[in-house]
């Protein structure tokens, strides 16, 4: 058996990009996926606008500006454009869309696949993309046929004359079409006629994951590559002080070993090479940046935050008043860990770099951000940068950073030839940029018809938006910090939300699915849950009493409640818990069905039901799938996660000490989507934050015990228990 | 010098690299089959899971040495229309995708054990094959489908 073939030349790298950009076609039973290995840019054809193409043969290519990072946009977005084209979805090819300005999320002005925003953010601009092509198709028939615009209609890839019976592929007119003048104004579909959207299309990426063929940012093969592998700092802030090479040197395949910054880069000939001339690579390290890190001192300064002042983010009404005529008040203090993304596909990057040109495949969702990247590492200017996106084992929040592009790059400039940056499991636990830990103390009152009349919260975190963003920090108010109380679906007539900015923690921070809606969530519907408790109400009545002025959010609470058989009770042995919450604009409610060992503490989920409104839903399959996912990512951070620091880094080395779910863990998850008629909005994230207090509120409900701190190991689950007695 | 001679996906490889090669980067890197997906090098997340004589292996804990007369599967050589990979489709399995091809050569192991597992038989088979999307469930329908034990 031969290797496979690779590339032999400069010249040859440019075809690679033109051959293997990633491109798919849906196939004829409309299920499955090819990769397409035809330059589809090549072929004439008519391009009215960034987003599509239809050749002479009447192939369709659309071109998704977002990053397939298992979120199904691949399959979402490129239908919005087809269903209003009128497309063949059969015959629709779909292309990962260059880095370009035309790609850009009109929000953010960037382009970037994040905030749970695709469909979101470019649901109508699409859908527009779709019309306007499809108006231009018509008005080339209509020339043609010397007949009027009204009589035609479009079906399938086809224009047809109603009255004549004649018709014609869009490829037959593609050419003539791009003479027509381009729409200033387009009638949108009516939802009646919509053929793609709403439809719980299969996903068109799932065939080349399934044989294996799919290119992943680790699967990308060029000849003449190397691999680097990178020696890094046991601690924050540590620098090399010695590097003892020779050992590593006698590796066979080893080629380079260099430092950059405070790492040391192993190149060699393959990547077994590197991880074993990095076990025998002596470095002797020196300083740091918080030698006194640990599991304890972060607990430690996180909770004093509570005791001192912070920024206040919003006051709103009379607090004193409001507790001094309260019927009833209660107090609570959380505690959340540091969690890891840990994606499935470690951080890695491709990447060669010379005076002339950087081609550079970078397995991030951030693709502005890698541009800028290489144009800065290299200096070279925009039109010498070439950048693939090939297809992301996970992300999650964690490959909208860029520093494993620039580390590629910095390593790339030295080397000759294609180089391959990898990550090892370590690696990926000890350079992340982390969820931050953080707590918050909560002291709310109700009125006698169970109204929440005050709520103060004090949330005391390290800021994720100061690295990020520091423009967003208004007024040293980490936006994160703070999102989702001061606009929570709950009725909070008055409101005082302080945030204190934790400033002595070392670890650096990032965006983790759901970002501050995982700590806010939490903190807020377990407290409510304690509210109904004390005031003796039902916890799906305590909230939906309080949910009076976001009817769409109380839907989906009774829908929740009322799928997962709430007014029946928890079955024996077991708890029930109940959870709202509103992000990226969506609204979700989720009910845990959860039991509890009490000899070892074992906490078991059987049953996770939740009603979701994400407005319409564009792909109910994807949908469902998003908030499946988020929910169990969510779940495993609510059971198992926790990234443990000592000796100032991090001690978290892998799936041994950082376990996540596993399917034994799975509980059965039952998802409704609610139609309420209003455009789409996220969901990438929204599965996530709502349920840890689903099942600490259903532990209460099956045990009687509260924990205020995530997660919820058997270890500490037994310890309440012994503590109740 | 000498060669190592296993079958792969039906066909005979016969290699001069060093015995101590790791499997997962022989197949990756050497022979470009790179379904198979390095996730952890620790044996833990499943990712590189192929088919030795018949049994599911880590291909990250797996040495040239160790397959050495063996007849190793990936999942480049598991046709599409098998019931597994048709169950996959089916159930419109992946994500992400990268801990699928492991997956699925774990679940072709267990079913060739054991070709009418419970639930529980599949939990216990499956928990070692890590997921991060969360498409356990989609997962044990698709095996549970071809067990037979759910209409196809």
């Not at chain 1, 996926?33 to 606008?49: H, I, M, Q, R």
């Not at chain 1, 370590?426 to 109204?451: H, L, T």
């Amino acid at each position: 058996m031969k290797a496979k073939a690779v590339f032999v030349s400069r010249r040859d790298f440019l075809k690679f990009i033109a051959a293997t950009g990633l491109c798919i076609g849906v196939s004829r039973n409309g299920m499955t996926a090819l990769l397409e290995k035809k330059d589809v840019e090549k072929t004439p054809g008519f391009s009215p606008n960034a987003w599509l193409h239809i050749d002479s043969e009447s192939i369709v290519t659309i071109y998704c500006s977002q990053c397939e990072i298992g979120q199904g946009v691949f399959t979402v977005l490129p239908a919005i454009v087809a269903d209003e084209l009128d497309a063949d979805w059969k015959r629709v090819r779909i292309r990962q869309a260059p880095i370009a300005t035309q790609y850009e999320d009109p929000v953010w002005e960037s382009q970037v696949t994040a905030g749970s925003a695709s469909v979101h953010h470019f649901y109508d601009i699409l859908r527009k993309a779709g019309a306007q092509a499809r108006k231009m198709l018509v008005a080339a028939a209509a020339r043609r046929w010397q007949v009027p615009v009204g009589e035609i209609v479009t079906s399938k890839a086809k224009v047809i004359h109603k009255p004549s019976g004649r018709w014609l592929c869009y490829g037959d007119i593609a050419l003539a079409a791009s003479r027509e003048e381009f729409p200033a104004k387009v009638t949108l579909k009516k939802e009646r006629e919509f053929k793609l959207i709403g439809r719980p299309l299969h996903r068109v990426d799932a065939l080349s994951k399934i044989n294996g063929s799919a290119t992943f940012g680790l699967d990308v093969r060029l000849r003449g590559l190397s691999y680097c592998v990178m020696k890094r700092p046991p601690r924050y802030g540590a620098v090399p002080r010695y590097v003892e090479k020779k050992d590593a040197y006698h590796i066979s395949g080893v080629t380079k070993i260099f430092r950059v910054d405070d790492k040391v880069a192993l190149v060699a000939t393959s990547p077994q090479s590197c991880i074993r001339a990095r076990d025998r690579l002596k470095v002797k390290w020196h300083g740091g940046e918080d030698p006194g890190l640990d599991d304890k001192k972060i607990e430690r300064v996180i909770l004093s935050g509570l005791e001192r002042p912070g920024r206040v983010h919003t006051i709103r009404g009379d607090i004193k008043k409001a507790e001094s005529s309260s019927f009833m008040t209660h107090e609570a203090t959380y505690l959340l860990p540091y969690l890891a993304h840990a994606t499935m596909e470690p951080m890695n990057c491709t990447a060669h770099v010379d005076r002339e040109k950087c081609m550079l495949w970078a397995p991030s969702q951030n693709q502005s951000a890698v541009l800028q990247a290489a144009r800065e590492e290299t200096g070279l200017p925009t039109e010498k940068i070439h950048i693939e996106t090939p297809f992301m084992g996970g992300s999650f929040g964690r490959r909208y950073e860029v520093d494993f592009v620039r580390e590629c790059l910095q390593v790339a400039k030295k080397v000759k030839g294609p180089v391959k940056l990898f990550w090892t499991r370590d690696d990926d636990f000890s350079q992340d940029f982390f969820r931050p830990a953080n707590s918050a103390r909560i002291r709310a009152g109700i009125d006698k018809d169970g109204r929440i009349s005050f709520w103060k919260h004090k949330v005391s975190a390290p800021s994720v938006y100061w690295r990020i963003e520091p423009d967003l920090l208004d007024d040293g108010i980490d936006p994160s910090a703070v999102e989702s109380i001061h606009n929570s679906a709950y009725s909070f007539p008055s409101l005082h939300l302080e945030y204190v900015w934790i400033k002595e923690l070392a670890p650096p921070l990032g965006f983790w699915r759901s970002v501050g809606n995982s700590h806010n969530c939490f903190t807020v519907e377990s407290f409510m849950d304690e509210l109904a408790h004390k005031a003796g109400m039902d916890p799906v009545e305590f909230r939906l009493k309080n949910l009076k002025d976001h009817p769409r959010a109380a839907r989906v609470v009774e829908v929740a409640a009322e799928k997962a058989h709430w007014e029946k009770g928890a079955k024996i042995g077991q708890g029930l818990g109940v959870s709202q919450h509103y992000l990226v604009y969506t609204y979700i409610a989720t009910v845990a069905e959860v039991s509890v060992d009490e000899k070892t503490g074992t906490v078991k989920v059987h049953r996770v039901v939740c009603a979701v409104d994400c407005g319409k839903a564009v792909n109910p399959r994807v949908v469902k799938e998003q908030i499946e996912g988020g929910i169990l990512f969510g779940l495993s951070a609510a059971l198992k996660e926790k990234v443990s620091f000592s000796k100032g880094g991090v001690v978290t080395t892998g799936f041994a000490d950082y376990p996540i779910l596993t399917m034994s863990e799975t509980p059965e998850v039952e998802v409704y989507v609610v139609d309420s008629g209003n455009p789409p909005t996220g969901v990438g994230e929204v599965g996530t934050a709502p349920i840890a207090p689903a099942v600490s509120n259903a532990i209460f409900h099956a045990t009687g015990v509260r924990i205020r701190r995530l997660p919820l190991v058997a270890e500490r689950v037994l310890r309440h228990l012994s503590e109740k007695g | 010098m000498a060669m190592i001679k296993f079958t792969l996906n039906g066909k005979s490889v016969e290699t001069a690299s060093e015995p101590s090669t790791s499997l997962v980067w022989f197949l990756r890197e050497e022979l470009g089959l790179t379904g198979t997906k390095w996730g952890c090098g620790q044996g833990l997340c499943g990712s590189c899971t192929v088919l030795v004589d018949g049994r599911a292996e880590r291909s990250c804990q797996l040495t040239l040495e160790d397959v050495e007369s063996a007849k190793v599967v990936t999942i480049e050589g598991i046709p599409v229309s098998h019931p597994v990979k048709q169950a996959w489709l089916k159930e419109s399995v992946p994500e992400c995708g990268y801990c699928q091809p492991g997956q699925i050569m774990n679940a072709i192991g267990l079913l060739l054990k054991n070709p009418r597992p419970t639930e529980k038989e599949i939990n216990q088979a499956m928990d070692g094959n890590l997921c991060r999307c969360g498409t356990y469930n989609r997962i044990k329908r698709a095996i549970l489908q071809v067990a037979g034990k759910l209409p196809v």
